[in-house]
Every structure is written in C-alpha cells, then in structure tokens.
T-cell receptor, first 114, second 118 residues
Framework: DGGITQSPKYLFRKEGQNVTLSCEQNLNHDAMYWYRQDPGQGLRLIYYSQIVNDFQKGDIAEGYSVSREKKESFPLTVTSAQKNPTAFYLC?????????????FGEGSWLTVV | GDSVTQMEGPVTLSEEAFLTINCTYTATGYPSLFWYVQYPGEGLQLLLKATKADDKGSNKGFEATYRKETTSFHLEKGSVQVSDSAVYFCALSDFWANSGGSNYKLTFGKGTLLTVNP
C-alpha cells in the first residue's frame, strides 16, 4: 500500500542528545514536509523540501536539521539546541507545491525528553 | 501573514445531532481551503477541500463551502455518529516565500475536539 511511514512511533530522549525521526514515502511525491504539533495547538511547519538535495526552513526551524538525499526519504534530526522538543511530529508529502494540491500525512512520532 | 481561526472546543454532541464547526481565515493570496481530521494518536487525514470561491467540498456526510465574501469555510454534518469523534483542523494553502525559498504552505487552525456520545 502507498503511504508515508514514520518511525519510531514513540521516542524518549535525554537532555543534550540528538535524535533522528525517520520519514519514508512510496507515493512518488516530490515535496515533503515536517510539522510539529503541541497540545491544543495547530501544526507548525519546521522544514520542507520540494526536490532532492534541496530544503528550506519553515516557521520554527531553529534546533532542527533535515536532509533529502533520496526522493523517498526526509529524516528530521532534533538537536540539543532545541529547547523544548517534547511534541508530536508529523511528516507529510505532496505531489508538488501547487495551488490546491493535497498534503498527505504520516501517523506521527511522539518525542518526549526525559 | 496568513491565519486560520476556528471555534474553540471541546464540542460535545449526542449521536444524530447537527454539527457546525466555524472556520474563518485571513490570507494575502487566493488560498485553497481544507478540513483535516485527526483520530486519537494518529496523523491527519484529509476530510475535504475547496480550491475556489463558492466551491463545496464534501466527504462522508461532511460539507463545507468556500465563502470568499465572509472569508469562511464552516464544516457541517447533518447527523453525527460516535465514530466522528476526533479533532478537526481547518487549514489554508497559500503561496508563501521567505529568504530561503517559496512554496505553497499549509497554515492550520488550532483544532476543535469533537466528542459524540451515544
């Protein structure tokens, strides 16, 4: 089945550690995105990528890094510089960035700092 | 900048009741409008969308009409079911550019929790 796979579903991080969240899609989509969701809040864009080997910062990129070496993969690293990383992280993709195109989401990853 | 305002929840209804969740938006361009639904512990699923004024999106008994004159995209369903219990997000997609590049970006409302009781 086509879709977006995020792993792990749950992740615990000690303060000062970097962690990487995986996102893989087999939808042949060009554009991929990372969003952060906090309780009672909407989603906020962290990074997006329109093509391989290219990505841009979203609204809250500080303390995060990404790579896009393959079309199917868009991993997100939460670095120790991110002061409040505990949140629900959602990866998404779309055919390309255009008016009206639907963005599809993965199941999400819960990150907790302990 | 772009923004989406939706009614605050939680909303609690009895099964077969009528549902309205209000959504209004502010956009600098000419956005597309979406409703997404999130079931507990899961990602977001597209519920419906509309890409131009007066378009009506519909799916699974839910409807919303793109009203440019009132900048609104209210979600309605005539008879809700227990299985409709979820968080509903209104969102807009608009052209967005900063120093790093440009894209069509989704801007979300804060979400409305709906609980339907049997």
């Amino acid at each position: 089945d086509g879709g977006i796979t995020q792993s792990p579903k749950y992740l615990f991080r000690k303060e000062g550690q970097n962690v990487t969240l995986s996102c893989e899609q087999n939808l042949n989509h060009d554009a991929m995105y990372w969003y952060r969701q906090d309780p009672g809040q909407g989603l906020r864009l962290i990074y997006y990528s329109q093509i391989v080997n290219d990505f841009q910062k979203g609204d809250i990129a500080e303390g995060y890094s990404v790579s896009r070496e393959k079309k199917e993969s868009f991993p997100l690293t939460v670095t120790s510089a991110q002061k409040n990383p505990t949140a629900f992280y959602l990866c998404a993709s779309s055919t390309w960035a255009a008016h009206g195109n639907t963005i599809y989401f993965g199941e999400g990853s819960w990150l907790t700092v302990v | 900048g772009d923004s989406v305002t939706q009614m605050e929840g939680p909303v609690t209804l009895s099964e077969e009741a009528f549902l309205t969740i209000n959504c209004t938006y502010t956009a600098t361009g000419y956005p597309s409008l979406f409703w997404y639904v999130q079931y507990p512990g899961e990602g977001l699923q597209l519920l419906l969308k509309a890409t131009k004024a007066d378009d009506k999106g519909s799916n699974k008994g839910f409807e919303a009409t793109y009203r440019k004159e009132t900048t609104s995209f209210h979600l309605e369903k005539g008879s809700v079911q227990v299985s409709d219990s979820a968080v509903y997000f209104c969102a807009l997609s608009d052209f967005w550019a900063n120093s790093g590049g440009s894209n069509y970006k989704l801007t979300f409302g804060k979400g409305t929790l709906l609980t339907v009781n049997p």
